[in-house]
């Protein structure tokens, strides 16, 4: 391969002996001489290597020779071999691969082993026939799937509506305000809920204000360790993850479409409906299937609610594994949580690719 | 501008407010208060005291604030190593292989972080690496999960990249290598900050696979805030979260400012 790959370089070595040049290597004249250059530079990966090093190092003297042979005026320049691409450009991807594999892939395929042998041994599907029919397996499944859609569906309209007021009825402070969602994306899940302790729980704020204005024993608060908490707690946290594509695509329309709306008499809530909402079902698209994946692996918010009656998949796995130490049960779960997520993950790159977000 | 009339405007922007305030700044404001307060029980925090933050710096939290950095630290370096590498590798390889790879190192956002760890723990439990017991396994744990971000945001830049550049250098007569460093690596430079950044905000917040493996010697802090409020501690735990917040924002801003160094050179 190294050899079929040096033969244009020495062509081009060819083309050089007519260019007094002597240390002009490869790219002077020709079209030959661009291609031999492109090739070159784009498949350089970082330098510090071990594995396709020696590689390199073997092929590269018989490259300079060739180039010699077809140029003997031609004298040898310092950078031997820099002309010739010794090692196909796949090589230089296995490495990272080669680490992925090793890191990643492998651990997985190891689950999905352990999910199909019980612990009686053998192999055989019985792990999964005992989770699918395990009433706390189809909970879990039923709640991470309505948790996730209503989540996603909160923070679309969520984010669409405060999107909507900072990019077009601008405010002093907008600009604060979109440096603050940025942050806010740096924090961790789990911080949202440790808030909602304080804000919503048995003796937080809500609660505190209810009873100190109308004098009752203890507040009307008590959604916290239901369902309910935690899809507050998602909805909170995911929705700047669909704002920021939403205030980038507001970003890019121009203003003047507006304009131009509103003084033929449309009324904001057409425009918005006509001009801008189109506009945004890209973002909206991408952001919201982003959101909708994120939610269905969330397992910090869930955690911190601390709730026995919330449970889903990631928890599930979760208290399989490391309080039940059941790992086949806790790899079956880890499977079906991988297919619907990463299945939905494909759809998400898919759709982003068509709508070009 | 949506709405011209001054009350419309008015009206949305209360909803802003009200939607906005609550929602968002509420939390943050409310841990930062109780991280200060000994008892909640009512409409305010009293007890102001700075007690939880003289026990969120030293002994236990001191040691996971460590941890964490150690983790995150290493993670990202890491993550950042090969990520850039299988990017650069991608933008080399032909259409079809462009997107194997692609997807192959998009694969650890998509599979939920939990079932990272169960299978890190599986994986290295066993011979031939037995990893099971040492920081190591979350340090690996954490770079699997950063490392597509770390793609993802690096092979968006090397997309953007404008190839004139390394063909010039290399017409000049730069080697790959050369042209890597000299010319490749100083224009990404600016992404390859970001990346470090965002991998090691997500590093420092990684809860999920670090609930499945951490070792006793190598709490990282989620946990630890974990480990508080489980026990009912929640100002300590609200101490420690701010700890994390703002050394999370400490190194942002540090990174941040690099970047626009380098944007400028």
């Known amino acids: 391969m190294a050899s079929a790959d040096a033969v244009p370089a020495g062509g081009g070595g060819g083309v050089r002996t007519a260019s007094t040049g002597a240390g002009a290597r490869g790219g002077t004249t020709s079209a030959g001489g661009t291609r031999s250059a492109d090739p070159r530079t784009d498949g350089a990966p970082p330098a510090p290597s071990d594995a396709p090093v020696p590689h390199a190092d073997a092929a590269a003297p018989r490259g300079p020779r060739s180039g010699a042979g077809a140029a003997p005026g031609s004298r040898p320049g310092p950078p031997a071999g820099a002309p010739v691409r010794a090692v196909p450009r796949w090589v230089w991807a296995l490495p990272p691969v080669g680490v992925l594999a090793l890191f990643f892939l492998y651990p997985l395929a190891l689950v999905v082993q352990q999910s199909l042998s019980p612990d009686e041994g053998g192999t055989s599907v019985e792990p999964y026939a005992e989770v699918f029919a395990s009433e706390a397996f189809r909970e879990a499944l039923s709640t991470t799937v309505w948790l996730a859609v209503g989540a996603t569906l909160g923070c679309l309209v969520l984010g669409f509506v405060l999107a909507l007021v900072i990019a077009f009825i601008p405010f002093p402070g907008g600009r604060a305000v979109a440096k603050f969602i940025d942050v806010f994306l740096s924090f961790p899940s789990f911080l949202i809920t440790l808030a909602l302790l304080f804000v919503y729980g048995t003796v937080g704020m809500a609660n505190g204000l209810w009873t100190d204005v109308t004098g009752a024993a203890e507040g009307p608060f008590h959604f916290l360790t239901t369902p309910w908490g935690v899809l507050l707690a998602e909805i909170t946290y995911f929705t700047p993850f669909v704002m920021r594509p939403l205030l980038a695509a507001f970003s890019q329309l121009d203003t003047a479409q507006l304009e131009v709306a509103s003084s033929l008499g449309a009324r904001p809530a057409r425009i918005v409906r006509q001009v801008i909402l189109p506009e945004a079902l890209p973002a909206l698209a991408a952001g919201g299937s982003l959101v909708l994946v994120m939610c269905l692996n969330e397992f910090g918010i869930v955690l911190f609610t601390g709730a026995k009656g919330v449970t889903t998949l990631p928890m599930l796995v979760y208290s399989e594994a490391i309080l039940a130490s059941d790992y086949p049960a806790a790899c079956v779960v880890a499977v079906v949580n991988i297919a619907i997520s990463v299945g939905l993950y494909s759809l998400y790159r898919v759709v982003s690719r068509r709508v070009g977000a | ?265």
């Open chain 2, 1 to 265: 501008m949506l709405v011209h009339s001054r009350t419309g405007r008015w009206a949305a922007w209360a909803l802003f407010v009200v939607l906005f305030v609550p929602l968002f700044a509420l939390p943050l404001l409310v841990i930062l208060a109780a991280s200060f307060s000994t008892h909640w029980s009512g409409a305010f925090p009293s007890g102001p005291t700075a007690g939880h933050y003289t026990a969120a710096v030293r002994g236990e939290s001191l040691q996971a604030l460590t941890t964490s950095l150690v983790t995150a630290l290493t993670a990202s370096l890491l993550a950042l190593t090969v990520g850039t590498w299988a990017a650069l590798a991608a933008a080399a390889l032909g259409r079809g292989g462009k997107r194997v790879l692609d997807a192959l190192f998009m694969l650890p956002v998509a599979v939920p972080s939990v079932v990272v760890g169960l299978a890190v723990l599986v994986a290295f439990s066993q011979p031939p690496l037995l990893l099971n017991g040492t920081r190591w396994i979350v340090i690996l744990a954490h770079t699997v999960l950063v490392t597509a971000f770390a793609h993802q945001s690096v092979s968006a830049a090397v997309r953007r990249l404008d190839p004139m550049y390394e063909q010039a250098a290399a017409s000049l007569g730069a080697r790959p290598s050369y042209v890597l460093w000299k010319v490749k690596l100083p224009l990404l430079l600016p992404s390859l900050n970001a990346a470090a950044g965002l991998c090691f905000a997500l590093s420092m917040g990684e809860l999920s696979a670090t609930m499945m493996l951490y070792p006793p010697d190598w709490m990282p802090l989620p946990v630890r805030i974990f480990t508080a409020t489980d026990r009912g501690s929640l100002f300590t735990g609200s101490a420690v979260a701010v700890v994390l917040m703002a050394t999370t924002l400490l190194v942002l801003l540090a990174v941040s400012r690099i970047r626009t160094k380098a944007s400028y050179r």
